[in-house]
């Protein structure tokens, strides 16, 4: 009888010491947070707000426009209340175990770490972290959604969140990170992401193992590279072969 590909997960997982998790918007989106490069995400933007996600989220429209891109942040992006899911508790589970050095992520809502993960790299930052433009001083993200409006500091400045906008360069030090524990891994399990979004989906090309694993419910332009695809939910697979295992 033919080995099943969750066997086959569960299976390199075992002979594995150093996994790298690379996930995108899918992981979130079975925790209730909507992708918003979906059709219906982008559909919402352009119906509620007039423009698309991209330019709402450009650093030239913060700018111009503060009120219409906090107004559109706090509706749309900041789920503030939303909870781990089976991936994000089994990625934290295989941390736990000694077998994941790194998760490395483009979702912006710190689930990884409320499940459990130590070492993440938030390539496209954090709803978590928000910083006075004047004066430098910390805020939650607690605080930037129950502002009213565009949210300020008491010095006056106003509060940006740390989360990387169209135009922005990613963090370097957050990126080199990411590209050395990839490079280091002995498995990559890919999972969320369609990889059509750079410079994330680069991120591919420096794993040098033999042990590249694809979760994604829909093709992706390197499933031929892949040594294991699984077209799935990734909460279930990793549920499957993590959490069920245990």
Do not use: W
Not at 55 to 84: G, I, N
Not at 96 to 115: C, E, S, Y
Not at 173 to 201: F, H
Request: with cysteine.
């Amino acid at each position: 009888m033919p080995e099943t590909k969750i066997e086959q997960l569960k299976k390199m997982i075992a002979e594995s010491g150093k996994i790298v998790f690379l996930g995108g918007a899918g992981v979130s989106v079975e925790s209730g947070i909507p992708d918003f490069r979906s059709s219906n995400g982008i559909f919402k933007a352009i119906q509620e707000f007039g423009y698309s996600p991209e330019e709402l989220l450009s650093h030239s429209f913060y700018v111009r426009k503060p009120e219409v891109f906090f107004k559109y942040y706090k509706t749309l992006l900041m789920s503030t209340d939303a909870k781990p899911n089976d991936a994000h508790l089994a990625l934290a589970e295989l941390e736990k175990q000694g077998k994941l050095t790194a998760v490395v992520t483009q979702n912006i809502d710190g689930l990884h770490q409320m499940a459990g993960s130590k070492n993440v790299f938030e390539l496209h930052g954090s709803i978590h972290r928000n910083h006075c433009e004047k004066c430098g001083r910390f805020f939650d993200a607690e605080y930037v959604h129950n502002a009213e409006g565009v949210p300020y500091c008491p010095c006056g400045g106003r509060i940006k969140p740390d989360v990387v906008l169209y135009e922005e360069s990613l963090d370097e030090n957050c990126l080199m990170g990411a590209v050395t524990a990839i490079m280091r891994a002995d498995m990559l399990i890919v999972g969320g992401t369609s990889l059509q979004v750079y410079p994330a989906a680069g991120l591919i090309n420096y794993y040098r193992g033999n042990r590249l694993v694809l979760i994604n419910k829909s093709e992706t332009p390197y499933d031929s590279y892949a040594d294991l695809v699984i077209n799935d939910s990734i909460g279930k697979v990793l549920k499957e072969a993590v959490l069920d295992a245990k």
